[in-house]
């Protein structure tokens, strides 16, 4: 897939999105896997990764904002 995205000039994230039954339970349970709890954690984090890599500026100012609510209870 690397080589023929390479070849028609696409670029592909380094960050991998596997099959996982969170993916699959999410919209039966109307909500995102990051409000999934322990059981898809490992979900949340693919896809926090993915938005860190597609979306730097954005993953980054959300980060910032996140913090400054942390710090202002």
């Known amino acids: 897939m690397r080589e023929a995205a390479g070849g028609l000039g696409l670029k592909i994230a380094e960050t991998a999105v596997t099959l996982r039954q969170a993916y ?6 109307g909500t995102f896997v990051w409000n999934m709890g322990y059981a898809a954690r490992g979900a949340a984090e693919e896809i926090e990764h993915l938005f860190q890599e ?3 500026e954005i993953a980054s100012f959300n980060q910032h904002l996140s913090i400054r609510a942390n710090e202002n209870p």
Do not use: E, H, T
């Open 24 to 29: 699959a339970d999410a919209p039966g349970q």
């Open 54 to 56: 597609l979306f730097p």
